[in-house]
Structure formats: C-alpha cells, structure tokens
C-alpha cells in the first residue's frame, strides 16, 4: 500500500503526476531505525511556480470557485470516504514516516476524517447575512467569497493532521490551493492527494509539492498570485513568510507553535494529574506544538508530585512506532535529536536540576533509531532559555508557585501563547484562571484534547488567525458587501442646470 500510495511519480500539478523537472529526489527515513523508506521526487522552484500558475489558472478561468456549495461538499464527503477506506494503510504510512505510535497514528487519521465531514456540513450552513437599512427598497447583503489561491505549508510532526486543517476549509470555501508538506515527512500527504486524485476533485484545484522551503518557499510566499498564505511551524519561518508576504499585502495565518505552561494547583486531584502532566508532556516524544512542557506546580505538593512523576516517566516504554509495546517513539531525525541535546546541555549550564533523562536510550535494539529519554529539569527560574524556549523534545521544566496570582504571572510570563492547562477541584479557581491566562486554548483538568469546531491558534508570537471551527473556515473567505436598489430614482443632490 506504500507503494501504491506514495511511489513516485510524486507532484501533482494540475490534476497530473508528474517527475520534478530538475529531476531531483528525496530520500525519505524511518527515524525508527534510520532506514529508506520511499524515495520520492523533489520539486524545484520551476515546480512551484508552474503549480502556483495551474492553482491560480483553475480560480481565475476554471470555473472552480463558481461550484456549487453542494458540488463542494459532495467532494468533501468523498475525500472523507475514501479516508476511512485507506485508514490501515495511512496510519502505517504515518508511523513509519513520523516514528508515533501507530495507536496516535490511527486517532491522527480518524481526526482527520472528522475535520473533511466538519467542514462538509459547515459550508451548507453558511448563510449571506442581510442588513436592514430602514429603506424597503435598498437589499443590503454581506457574502462570503472565496479569497483566491492558496499556498498551504504544513509542518512535520502531524503531517496529514495539520495539512487536512488547511486542505479542507480552503475547499469548502471555494479556493485554489497549492499543498507543500514538511520535506522530512511528506509521505502522508501524497497520499491524501491520491484521494483527492480518486474523488475527482477538478484539475488545478488541489496542487501538491514537495522540497525544502529553502528551494521553493519564495515561490509561494513572494508572489502576487497567492492571495493566502496558511503556515504551521517555526516563528523564524513565519518571519520571514510574513515578511514575504507584506511585500504584495497577502493575508496570512501563521501557528508558530508555543511553551505551554500547565498550572497544577494544590487541590487538584493527584493521580490524573501526575498522568495528564505525563502525557501532555511526552506524547509524541514531546513533537508536539501544544505540549504542556511547563510545569508550574504548588510548592505545597511539588515535592510528592516531581517525585511521582519521574518514577512515571522512567517507566516508559520508548519504541519504533510500529511495535505496540511502544508508549511513544523516536524523535523524527538524528538531526532534530541533536538540536534537542543542545537544549539539554544548556539547562544543566543554565543551573536547572536534571532529575531524570537527558541522553539517548541504553538499549542496543534502539541505537539505529533517533532516540531520546523523557528528561525532567527541576529547580528552574522564568529567565532561563529551557523555560522560555521551544525545545519540541521531550524536556519538561518545573516551577513552583505560592499563590494563584504567581501562578497566572508565570503562566502568561512567556513569549508565546498558544495552549495552557489549569487543574484545580475549586470551579471558580479555575474560571478566574483560565480567563487570566493569555492562550488561544486552555483545558481545565484536562490537557491535549480538541474539536474541529473550535478554533485553535495563539497569543502573541504563537500566531495570527486561527484555523478549524467557523473562523478556519472564514481565514479561507472574503467578505463583500452587496447594496442593491430595487427601484432607483434620480438622486437630485447636484442641480440640473
């Protein structure tokens, strides 16, 4: 099914697969074990604009964007049944590409899955909205239109996830799009576009390529053809898109990822939330933008609670993805692994206490792979970088806090902004928090969870716009307002001499 699904030939342009015109290629790595997975092709500039023309081509002359909003859905719909005919296999693409679970694999896909029926049945619901102008002749109506041709940049640690956020919204909308995966992990979204190749969706609608931002970001960021620019991942990246893009005043929505504190409170229970810190912390190897890899816990429990959770992260059961026994993966490349180190190596001459991990696993089994331990940092201060920085690896920094005002200042004493958890057992403890915190989603004992139909994006450097719910769909749209006169008179401001 791997092959099937992802050999070569790999970009998709205007409803054909076609081989990179430079005819270069990629070598695609299980950070599992470090082998070759699939070889694929490797887009150039000429690629990405030639994808770009064929996108801007299909809204402009295509017809596409005056489909009917049923014909739209119905392609929705058909995405999502094919999705779920493909579940096995994209699951075990996504695995084999990422290093998660394959038990996160599967709950990425059926996510996924939701997201293309969500957007399916909110572009029926959509409405024009009217305006009474105390005039019974004037018809005041605001619309929404599509904003045009997209350029969709999705990140490597939930590729098909992050990429259906874009993909789908941008159809029910009526645009044009070109798809550009991580170059480290595009296996999953060639696959998608297959789908989307089998469900008829026109030519030119759906673009995809795949290479290096490097090689072909200035062609989808620096031109007046693309009208949107939706990014997920680095702030350094999304500078440098946001900069692009001011040149030609194209919109963006950028989710530059954040450091998440989550606040543990005195009273709240122990046990779910010794585990909720666990998970929120480790899961996908800590690959996660949402990680709640701040911990900042009452100083009455901190203790206990620092101590139960290492004896918990010591007993994960680290593995290839593939293998069930497995608790969470690898770390997606050797490369990524080294920047993680780096990180390790500066909290320890930064001062912080390491308490437990800190280096790659001792297993021989695990040594072809791009492994890391959980790694715990206690005795940390808001001034150092591990604290303030996005480490994206499995580090978690403890603080301590005395009162809840402490609290809610550490929490917010961040750059970011884009996730936070509050666990308390007093409800009107939480309410205060969670409305003082500045972050674009705060669980209340919970952590991680999501729907499509709420909006998910950040505060601050975490982003700008939001993608899933009503407002994902609205990144994707124009509003125009529309002032019909039904019986039109002479106006008689200027005399007729």
Known sequence: MLDELCSPPNLYIDGKWVHAVGGGTRDIVNPA?????????????????TAVAAAR??????????????????????????????????????????????????IDIDDVISVFRYYANLAV??????????????????????????ALIAPWNYPLLQMSWKIAPALAAGCTMVAKPSEVTPLSTIALMRLIDRAGVPPGVVNLIQSSGGTV???????????????????????????????????????????????????????????????????HSGQVCSAGTRLIVHESIADDFVTELTRRARNIRIGPGMDEASETGPLVSGQHRAKVEAYVALGIAEGATLITGGSRPDDKHLQAGSYFLPTIFDDC????????????????TVER?????????????????????????????????????RHGTVWLNDFGYYTPAAEWGGFGRSGIGRELGPSGLAEYQETKHIWHNTAPAVGGWFADN
């Open 217 to 283: 970001g200035s062609a989808l960021t620096d031109t007046p053809d693309v009208d949107l620019i939706s990014f997920t991942g680095g702030a350094a990246t999304g500078e440098t898109i946001a900069r692009n893009a001011a040149t030609h005043i194209t919109k963006v929505a950028l989710e530059l990822g954040g450091k998440n504190p989550h606040i543990i409170c005195a009273d709240a229970d122990f046990d779910s939330a010794v585990d909720a810190v666990l998970t929120g912390a480790f899961l």
């Open 57 to 106: 081509a299909a809204f402009d002359t295509g017809g596409w964007p005056q489909t009917p909003v049923t014909e739209r859905v119905a392609y929705l719909l058909r995405i999502a049944d094919l999705l779920g005919e493909e579940r096995d296999a994209l699951a075990r693409i996504e695995t084999l590409d990422t290093g998660k679970t394959l038990r996160e694999s599967y």
């Open 125 to 150: 619901t959509g409405a024009d909205r009217l305006i009474d102008t105390g005039n019974p002749a004037i018809i005041s109506r605001v619309v929404r239109e599509p904003v045009g041709v997209c």
């Open 381 to 396: 201060r808001r001034w150092m970088r591990i604290v303030q920085e996005e480490t994206f690896g499995p580090i978690l």
């Open 401 to 437: 806090f005395t009162d809840d005002a402490e609290a809610i200042a550490l929490g917010n004493d961040t750059a970011y902004g884009l996730a936070a958890g509050v666990r308390t057992a007093d409800p009107a403890r939480g309410e205060r928090m969670v409305r003082a915190l």
């Open 33 to 49: 074990d470090g082998t070759v997975i699939a070889t694929i092709d490797e887009a150039d500039r000429a690629d990405a604009v």
